[in-house]
C-alpha cells in the first residue's frame, strides 16, 4: 500500500470511526481527554501492537480493531 493510500485509508477510517462514535455514546465515555487513536488491522497480534506505540508527551494509547465494525482494545 503507498503512502498516498495509507493516508485516505485513515482519513476514511477515521470518518467512520465518529460516526460510530456518535451512533454508540457510551464508546466515548470509554475514551481517555488525552490519547493517540491507533487503527490495527484484524489480524494484528498485541505484541505487534505494543511495538507500534510512538513517543508522546502524556499521551495513552487507544488502539482500534478494524473488522466490519469497530472494537476498542487494550
Not at 495509507?6 to 465515555?29: A, G, P, Q, S, W
Not at 510512538?54 to 482494545?73: H, W
Request: proline letters at 3%; one cysteine or more; a negative charge.
Amino acid at each position: 500500500m503507498t503512502h498516498k493510500e495509507t493516508i485516505e485509508r485513515n482519513i476514511d477510517l477515521t470518518f467512520d470511526f465518529v460516526n460510530y462514535l456518535i451512533e454508540n455514546k457510551e464508546e466515548m465515555n470509554k475514551l481517555p481527554d488525552n490519547f493517540e487513536l491507533v487503527f490495527v488491522e484484524n489480524d494484528c497480534s498485541k505484541g505487534d501492537i505494543k511495538q507500534a506505540k510512538t513517543t508522546g508527551p502524556n499521551l495513552q494509547y487507544k488502539y482500534v480493531r478494524v473488522k466490519n465494525s469497530f472494537d476498542i482494545t487494550l
